[in-house]
């Protein structure tokens, strides 16, 4: 079932930031060739949320945003109705979600449908860790492993080390920039929430197109809480 926008969803979850890198550094965070999204460098954010509500109900996610990234648009967006404005390239910058599991059928089919995110279906597992850690595993379709997420307490002391500090999309990647083929997708997020600064995360690669995310160095891990976001309906190039 693809469920249309808007989207109201509630979350949960932990982020974790990674090291910059540069328009020219690793091979690995390279979009796939034949998209026409360019990766700018930045910052590097991986999100494991687990939703309560959305538009398809309760689902998990794990998705990895590698940094800025910009696509040239030759048209004007389709819902404007201008049929005569000069049709000249222009470049739309945003970030970009590269690699995203998610656990239902419904919210990959309607990511992929309403926003052209790249959904692939999956499980996020909790697995059992050493006292006060928390240890997630991300699997793909066919149960093959994926990545894997470790968050550290020390003993039976609480994983956050920080007080809880107002979130909202004025500090995370808020408009994403997605691609289908030769359709470009320009979604601008809205979210308000809770944050904690967590103890630092290992991140564990086990299947080539998670390699580029482990590889990186981790700069900070967060614990965030009570987050409302709005998926808006896509402008389209």
């Known amino acids: 079932m ?3 926008p808007p989207w109201k969803l509630h979350a949960s979850g932990y982020a974790v930031l990674f090291s910059p890198v540069t328009e020219n550094g690793r091979l690995s965070e390279r979009f796939s060739p034949d998209t026409p999204i360019r990766f700018l460098g930045g910052f590097g954010l991986l999100l494991l949320l687990e939703y309560d509500r959305s538009g398809v109900g309760p689902y998990r996610e794990a998705l990895y945003i590698p940094g800025y990234a910009s696509a040239n648009v030759r048209c004007p967006p389709s819902d ?4 005569t404005r000069k049709q000249t390239a ?3 910058r945003g970030h970009s979600i ?3 599991v998610v656990s239902t059928e419904d919210s990959r089919d309607s990511g992929i449908e309403n926003w052209g995110i790249p959904k692939q279906l999956g499980a996020i597992e909790q697995l059992p860790g050493q006292t006060g ?7 793909g379709e066919r149960g093959e492993r994926l990545l894997s997420v470790v968050i550290p307490g020390r003993g039976v002391r609480p994983l956050a ?3 809880s500090l107002p979130l909202s999309s004025r500090l995370l990647p808020h408009t994403l920039i ?3 083929g030769s359709t470009i997708y320009e979604t601008h997020v809205e979210a308000t929430g809770r944050f904690r600064t967590a103890r630092r995360a290992r991140v564990a690669s086990y299947a080539t197109q998670t390699a580029g995310i482990a590889s990186r160095r981790v700069l900070a891990t967060f614990m965030i809480a009570g987050v409302s976001i709005r998926f808006p309906p896509p402008l389209k190039y």
């Open 2 to 4: 693809v469920a249309a």
């Open 80 to 83: 404007s109705g201008a049929r």
């Open 90 to 92: 222009r470049p739309r």
């Open 98 to 100: 590269a690699w995203i």
């Open 133 to 139: 850690d928390k240890a997630f595993l991300v699997t």
């Open 161 to 163: 080390v920080g007080p």
């Open 178 to 180: 997605q691609a289908v």
